[in-house]
């Protein structure tokens, strides 16, 4: 069964909460790092958090939310083998997994209602990475994350 870390800041703390009985409802096991109490928190330390679980591979998968999810995004994708995205409707997070195969659901807490990130979230972990022509380009990815040409 996938494993899940789920982070926020404080402008998030009701989504990740929301998000973790919507998941273990699923079955999934989940793991939430950062505050809950709605205490002022940085989304750059709760983002370095969660990246660390998946890299370290004692997750599968992470959930970042922040006011915007703009925040979350950009600073998990400066760890080395996190892909994160930023999902606002069904349609991206779908493809995030199924092109992209993102490791990690950035969400907006200020700009999504609580249905759609239900719906988000239940398509992005029941959606699979599609490989085939997909593959070269996260090939490419990584090879950027690795400072070099995409095209060597």
Same mark, same amino acid.
């Given at each position: 069964?996938?494993?899940?870390?789920?982070?926020?800041?404080?402008r998030?703390?009701?989504?990740?909460?929301?998000?973790e009985q919507?998941?273990?409802?699923?079955?999934?096991?989940?793991?939430?790092?950062?505050?809950?109490?709605?205490?002022?928190?940085?989304?750059?330390?709760?983002?370095?958090? %969660?990246?660390?679980?998946?890299v370290?591979?004692r997750?599968?998968r992470?959930i970042?939310?922040?006011?915007?999810?703009?925040?979350?995004?950009?600073?998990?994708?400066? %760890?080395?083998?996190?892909?994160?995205?930023l999902?606002?409707?069904?349609?991206?997070a779908?493809?995030?997994r199924?092109?992209?195969?993102?490791n990690?659901?950035?969400?907006?807490?200020?700009?999504?209602?609580?249905?759609?990130?239900?719906?988000?979230?239940?398509?992005?972990?029941?959606?699979?990475?599609?490989?085939?022509?997909?593959a070269?380009?996260l090939?490419?990815?990584?090879?950027?994350?690795?400072?070099?040409?995409?095209?060597?």
């Amino acid at each position: 069964m996938t494993s899940i870390a789920i982070g926020s800041d404080h402008r998030g703390t009701a989504v990740a909460l929301a998000i973790e009985q919507q998941l273990r409802m699923d079955g999934f096991t989940v793991m939430i790092l950062g505050d809950t109490t709605g205490a002022p928190s940085d989304y750059p330390d709760i983002a370095w958090k %969660v990246a660390q679980e998946i890299v370290a591979k004692r997750v599968d998968r992470g959930i970042l939310i922040c006011g915007t999810g703009i925040g979350m995004a950009i600073a998990a994708n400066k %760890v080395h083998g996190i892909r994160a995205a930023l999902a606002l409707d069904e349609l991206s997070a779908q493809l995030s997994r199924t092109h992209n195969d993102a490791n990690v659901l950035c969400l907006s807490a200020d700009l999504l209602g609580q249905t759609l990130v239900k719906r988000i979230v239940d398509i992005w972990m029941r959606s699979n990475y599609e490989g085939g022509r997909h593959a070269r380009r996260l090939a490419k990815i990584q090879r950027i994350e690795n400072g070099e040409d995409p095209k060597s």
